[in-house]
């Protein structure tokens, strides 16, 4: 199927290009790509649009069985990464480190939050008067990506825009009523485990 989608050139030619994903965005905004497999970009994806276009607009839509008759089911895997352990140690240790784990969950919205997402107000980002985040060049340098997913908080859908925001919700929404659970979670290959060392 995607050999076949690749000979009708519905992808890009940069499609597989090991830094395609530094591209995505900006290829999207200015129409370079009509459509764009991110959901956890959804409403930043939007936001871009309507900056290269002020009458821009993003829908977000359920993937169809690929020979019709209805839309295509979502695989339930893992989940979302999102969780930490402690490993065994004395108490004081093991509190030390749920004080640390404690700060890494810290609600959206607070400072603890906006530190650990997005650094220093003004030195790293900068809030503009419709609540749109910037993240500097600073920022985007110093970035401490990983933290966000340690220990994280429940996920906000927030978008300057709150049609954004909605659209975003009633996506997943719909997509989490389509669902079957994947067969192969919790087995292992070791063939693929292989793979994954080199």
Do not use: C
Not at 106 to 124: A, D, K
Not at 149 to 174: I, N
């Amino acid at each position: 199927m995607v050999a076949q989608a690749w000979k009708d050139g519905l992808i890009h030619p940069d499609g597989f290009a090991t830094n395609i994903k530094t591209q995505l965005t900006s290829y999207f905004a200015n129409g370079t790509v009509g459509f764009l497999p991110a959901p956890a970009s959804w409403s930043s994806d939007a936001i871009a649009v309507r900056t290269a276009d002020p009458d821009g607009e993003v829908v977000a839509f359920t993937t169809p069985k690929w020979d019709g008759g209805g839309y295509a089911k979502n695989w339930l895997s893992n989940g979302a990464p999102y969780m930490a352990a402690v490993k065994k140690a004395s108490p004081d240790r093991v509190q030390e480190i749920l004080r640390i784990m404690n700060y890494l969950a810290s609600p959206w919205g607070t400072q603890e939050y906006m530190f650990l997402r997005y650094g220093i107000e003004g030195y790293s980002y900068t809030v503009g008067d419709d609540g749109s985040f910037t993240v500097t060049d600073d920022g985007k340098a110093e970035a401490l990506s990983g933290l966000q997913y340690v220990a994280s908080p429940r996920l906000v859908h927030y978008s300057p825009v709150p049609a954004f925001a909605q659209a975003e919700y009633e996506s997943e929404k719909a997509g989490m009523d389509n669902t079957a659970p994947l067969p192969t979670v919790g087995l292992d290959s070791p063939t693929d485990l292989a793979r994954a060392r080199r």
